[in-house]
T-cell receptor, first 114, second 114 residues
């Protein structure tokens, strides 16, 4: 089973709101990722967690705050977003965090910032 | 030179034909290569991974890797209308500090005509 789940599927929020995106996997994977994908563009890496520790932050603005409560869960807390942050936010997981590990994506959360 | 380059297409083939998708990468030390399929409005789905020079076959899909030429390709035999999607080439790239991250090409949009 290569299932990664994400909630919510869709989210509309104002620029002053605080919201959270959630991601869960039960494959025993020890690396989890957040990607951002704009329309007609490829996914862009935002954060990598390996063994529940933040390993990579791709210079993401502080209005995005990741959290990894345990090895199965990954959250992305959103605060004071801008309209240009509207995108598809993808969570992925892999067995380990090295280059020979396949990443499996969840269905994504489509975020609209008004 | 872009890290991962793909022909943006669109690529149009008749049903039953072979679709050929190409990708080049810039980092000579990259060792892991992946093809993802992304239907419109959906998340990327892993369809092939390849790590060694040569061909790797899985059903109607064949991935080909030539590290000397820094080239990876995906062949889809007996193309079906359901194969119509954007195909993303992804390569693990070493970044500063020795960490690795998955870098995607811009994708090739494939249309299979009945």
């Amino acid at each position: 089973d290569t299932e990664v789940t994400q909630t919510p599927k869709h989210l509309v929020m104002g620029m002053t709101n605080k919201k959270s995106l959630k991601c869960e996997q039960h494959m025993g994977h020890r690396a989890m990722y957040w990607y951002k994908q704009k329309a007609k563009k490829p996914p862009e890496l935002m954060f990598v967690y390996s063994y529940e520790k933040l390993s990579i932050n791709e210079s993401v603005p502080s209005r995005f705050s990741p959290e990894c409560p345990n090895s199965s869960l990954l959250n992305l807390h959103l605060h004071a977003l801008q309209p240009e942050d509207s995108a598809l936010y993808l969570c992925a997981s892999s067995h380990g965090w090295t280059g020979n590990n396949e990443q499996y994506f969840g269905p994504g959360t489509r975020l609209t910032v008004t | 030179q872009k890290e991962v380059e793909q022909n943006s297409g669109p690529l149009s083939v008749p049903e039953g034909a072979i679709a050929s998708l190409n990708c080049t990468y810039s980092d000579r030390v990259s060792q892991s290569f992946f093809w993802y399929r992304q239907y419109s409005g959906k998340s990327p789905e892993l369809i092939m991974s390849i790590y060694s020079n040569g061909d790797k076959e899985d059903g109607r899909f064949t991935a080909q890797l030539n590290k000397a030429s820094q080239y990876v390709s995906l062949l889809i035999r007996d193309s079906q209308p359901s194969d119509s999607a954007t195909y993303l080439c992804a390569v693990y790239k070493f970044s500063q500090g020795g960490s690795e991250k998955l870098v995607f090409g811009k994708g090739t949009k494939l249309t299979v005509n009945p």
